[in-house]
Nanobody, 116 residues
Framework: QVQLVESGGGSVQPGGSLRLSCAASGFTFSEYAMSWYRQAPGKERELVSI????????TYTDSVKGRFTISRDNAKNTVSLQMNSLKPADAAVYFC?????????WGQGTQVTVSS
């Protein structure tokens, strides 16, 4: 079964950290670039970070640069997002997405809440 399953979401105070993980199955993970998106209530889904197939190229949206780190393990078919110094503005449902020419796959999302 082709699927992406996110985990690691939760509730933290401002300044805290969370590590999101996305486990892939049913497809050749190493052939796909992987990304994290987020969607806050009433807002459009936005790209947070993307990592190339081999992991050598990583990009981030400006608002998370220096705080978030994306990584992947092609042997374990996982992609992670380490989130530090979390802010209330980071609260959203986070989704992972697999990207390959002509094909995209989405996970179901994991909720991140940042509040004091």
């Amino acid at each position: 079964q082709v699927q992406l399953v996110e985990s690691g979401g939760g509730s933290v105070q401002p300044g805290g950290s969370l590590r999101l993980s996305c486990a892939a199955s049913g497809f050749t993970f190493s052939e796909y670039a992987m990304s994290w998106y987020r969607q806050a209530p009433g807002k459009e889904r936005e790209l947070v970070s993307i990592i190339s197939r081999g992991g050598g190229t990583k990009t981030y949206t400006d608002s998370v640069k220096g705080r978030f780190t994306i990584s992947r393990d092609n042997a374990k078919n996982t992609v992670s997002l380490q989130m530090n110094s979390l802010k209330p503005a980071d609260a959203a449902v986070y989704f992972c997405k697999a990207i390959k020419s002509g094909s995209t796959l989405w996970g179901q999302g994991t909720q991140v809440t940042v509040s004091s």
